[in-house]
Nanobody, 126 residues
């Protein structure tokens, strides 16, 4: 059974850091691209970042470039999203998702992801 479980969310002050984890079970990350998405109240889901199965290619939304870093540890079957210089507008539920179909020009399309985690809340506030 394919399962993705996010953790690491919480309250962080503006300018602070947080690391989110996405633990996969039931499949190997070697075969999938893993994306991070977020959704704030009243807003559409937004693609934040993706790491391809080859690990060579990573993509970021313009709104998080230079502040977020995606990485994966295949031995632990886990993908991480390091958030630094957090801003109040980063407040959202963050979810990870797995896909065999996304490419560099389509990674942000949530419809191309088959399996999703339940999400973890990130709140940036003083």
């Amino acid at each position: 059974q394919v399962q993705l479980v996010e953790s690491g969310g919480g309250l962080v002050q503006p300018g602070g850091s947080l690391r989110l984890s996405c633990a996969a079970s039931g499949f190997s990350l070697d075969d999938y691209a893993i994306g991070w998405f977020r959704q704030a109240p009243g807003k559409a889901r937004e693609g934040v970042s993706v790491i391809m199965n080859s690990q060579r290619y990573k993509h970021y939304a313009d709104s998080v470039k230079g502040r977020f870093t995606i990485s994966r540890d295949n031995a632990k079957n886990t993908v991480y999203l390091q958030i630094t210089s957090a801003k109040p507008e980063d407040t959202a539920v963050y979810s990870c998702a797995a896909s065999k179909y996304v490419g560099s020009s389509s990674w942000f399309l949530s419809s191309l992801y088959d399996d999703w985690g339940q999400g973890t809340q990130v709140t940036v506030s003083s």
